[in-house]
């Protein structure tokens, strides 16, 4: 009894301190995605990073970005995500759904920095985006919705 009680304690502290000692791995890059929110992760990684290539590679080519400044396809979106200085973001009430080779990925977007030489507005933004295998395993971002959340917005339940 002795033996169970001590081996149950010492279990139980290793699981304990299993969760709690290491950080969380955030991804930081295309080879460390597992799911949605990774993919989300090394996007707003690799934008913050000015990978330009490695993000367009992940762009499909008919893309679709649309913001509240207008609709951009493809280059116009890669232009305007040059403009942006990105200091740090973070991702919130992130929900991520698979549909058969589709993720459709929806979150509340934080970011500190600045765009065109202006700090950022620090209103958070609703955004959505539609991510879809394609060959060789390959992620490929299809669309894009980056909006500022309103005080009265609602949560999709």
């Known amino acids: ?8 304690i010492l279990v139980t502290l290793a699981l304990l301190l299993g969760c709690t000692v290491w ?3 955030k991804p930081t ?12 992760r090394v996007f707003w990684h ?21 913001t509240s400044e207008g609709t951009f396809d493809r280059a116009a ?11 740090d973001f973070s991702l919130g ?3 991520s ?20 030489g202006k700090s950022l507005p620090t209103t958070p933004l609703r955004a959505l985006t539609i991510w879809q295998r394609q060959v060789r395993e390959q992620w490929v971002m299809l669309a ?5 959340l309103s005080s009265s917005s609602g949560s999709l339940k």
């Open 93 to 95: 009430e992130l929900q």
């Open 46 to 66: 690799e934008v913050q990073a000015r990978h330009w290539p490695d993000l367009e590679s992940r762009m499909a080519p008919n893309f679709v970005l649309i």
């Open 144 to 148: 894009h919705s980056a909006t500022p």
């Open 23 to 25: 950080n969380e791995h």
């Open 29 to 40: 890059a295309w080879t460390d995605v597992t799911g949605g929110e990774s993919l989300e």
């Open 1 to 8: 009894m002795r033996i169970a009680t001590s081996t149950l």
């Open 97 to 116: 759904q698979l549909n058969g080779n589709t993720y459709i990925v929806t979150y509340i977007l934080n970011i500190r920095g600045t765009a065109h």
């Open 77 to 87: 979106a890669i232009e305007h995500w040059k403009q942006l200085q990105i200091q």
